[in-house]
């Protein structure tokens, strides 16, 4: 067995998020997003001694519960990878990873409440970042999603069903606009071109829609008539802003580097559990509103009661955990690294009428000590890596009564779980929560309670 050759193997388990398990030779083959039960084809990416790495080509042979798909560019586009798997296989799917890598770590002796669903199935999601490009080197320029396994071949997906019929018809007019004018795409490779990212944004409880258009600086075209485009098609919602993002940055990625509005205004609302947000082009935002809901719930549901408590929101992004708990918590501090994150929070803050909290920019391991005031309630939402060790310490020497544990990624979740229980804590509660429809992605909130205060 060589690297490149090309083999047949059974998927008989997975890993999370999206690793199928297969054997061959005594050895365990890791194929992402092979699914338990199928017959796959693979290439040999690595040979290690104790495993092998191989990717998907072909699924010869269907897993036993697997459906149709329910999208047109399901297998070409490299989005959602499990469409052909019917939602309540998927919910367990999701659950049990979570509950294996609980169980890895050994984490017992606590109520594991399931999964809950997404509220929408389809048209969930309230933001898209689509690329410019082509399908195949030199072809017609394409705009949507890169190519599953083909990073440099962007797929048009202008039927996708994870968004609301409003994005594809954003999607379809900005792509025949810009070809029917011969303006160019930039190319990765040369870095010469115009056209690189459009994203587009909207309230799905407003109905408020933002346009941006992501360029080089190397051609200046009029863009009047793209803005009389969009505003010209009929949809469901209503655009607020259409903006110009220009970015000359080598780094195949949307960076602001300056910004002309070219319509409307710079930012749009939407509304969370009654709380209104305001929303800049580039800001972080739950990008699953409906779902967003059923997660903060939640969160609110696992503190026992926040009423004239002090709560610290820790990696606190535009403060939408922190301003839903304020309206219960007497005082609310958050910190989050990102400053442009922290100006939104306080502006939604004001919005809000929320008097009581004081959102601060910094690294959580230095704004802590910082701190005066000493927390009822830790809120963390971090990253997809995780607490690191050294600041999860600081933030566990606070001796809080409770902690409620936000995570988008159960595998770092499960190592911060073992040293928060090693430093005198127990995992009460534990739910997922279904953000992300026909993906692996999974979030999980933990309620965590001081073994002191449970006496």
Request: charged share 30%; proline share 3%; with cysteine.
């Amino acid at each position: 067995m060589k690297r490149g050759q090309i083999l047949e193997v059974d998927i008989k388990d997975m890993d999370f998020p999206a690793k199928g398990i297969g054997e061959i030779e005594d050895k365990k083959v890791y194929v992402k997003n092979a699914l338990k039960g199928q017959k796959v084809k693979i290439r040999v990416k690595k040979k290690r001694k104790e495993y092998i790495e191989g990717k998907l080509l072909e699924v010869i042979k269907r897993a036993s519960y697997e459906t149709d798909s329910f999208c047109q560019h399901f297998g070409n586009c490299g989005g959602c990878a499990r469409q052909t798997v019917p939602y309540e296989k998927q919910l367990e799917i999701k659950m049990k990873a979570v509950k294996k890598l609980m169980d890895e770590a050994n984490i017992t002796d606590y109520n594991f409440e399931g999964i809950l669903p997404s509220p929408k199935l389809y048209g969930y999601r309230n933001k898209m970042e689509y690329s410019f490009g082509d399908e195949t080197k030199g072809g017609e320029m394409t705009l949507g999603m890169h190519k599953r396994g083909q990073y440099n071949s962007v797929v048009t997906v202008d039927k996708c069903k994870l968004v609301e019929e409003d994005f594809n018809k954003i999607l379809w007019g900005t792509l025949n606009y810009f070809k029917e004018r011969n303006i160019p795409h930039y190319i990765n490779r040369t870095h010469i071109g115009y056209l690189r990212h459009f994203i587009v944004r909207k309230g799905l409880n407003t109905g408020e829609i933002m346009v941006a258009l992501v360029t080089s600086t190397q051609m200046d075209p009029n863009l009047q008539g793209f803005v009389d485009m969009l505003n010209g098609l009929e949809l469901d919602g209503e655009i607020q802003g259409i903006i110009n993002i220009k970015n000359d940055n080598l780094a195949d990625a949307v960076i602001c580097e300056e910004m002309d509005l070219l319509y409307g205004r710079d930012y749009f609302y939407d509304e969370l559990l009654g709380i209104k947000f305001k929303i800049s082009p580039l800001s972080f935002f739950q990008t699953n509103t409906k779902g967003a809901e059923v997660l903060y719930r939640q969160v609110l549901d696992y503190i026992k009661e926040p009423k004239g408590k002090t709560v610290f929101d820790l990696y606190s992004g535009t403060g939408t955990i922190g301003q839903i708990v304020a309206k219960k918590a007497d005082k609310v501090y958050g910190i989050e690294i990102i400053k442009e994150a922290v100006e939104a929070a306080k502006e939604n803050a004001a919005l809000n009428n929320l008097d009581n909290c004081e959102f601060i920019a910094g690294d959580v391991f230095e704004e802590v000590d910082k701190l005066t005031d000493k927390p009822d309630i830790i809120i963390i939402d971090p990253p997809r890596v995780g607490v690191h060790k050294k600041a999860l310490s600081k933030i566990l020497d606070f001796n809080a009564e409770e902690i409620i544990y936000v995570s988008c990624n159960p595998k770092s979740l499960a190592a911060n779980l073992v040293q928060i229980e090693e430093a005198g804590y127990r995992v009460g509660k534990m739910v997922c929560i279904d953000m992300f429809p026909h993906t692996p992605h999974v979030e999980t909130v933990v309620g965590i309670q001081r073994k002191e205060s449970m006496k």
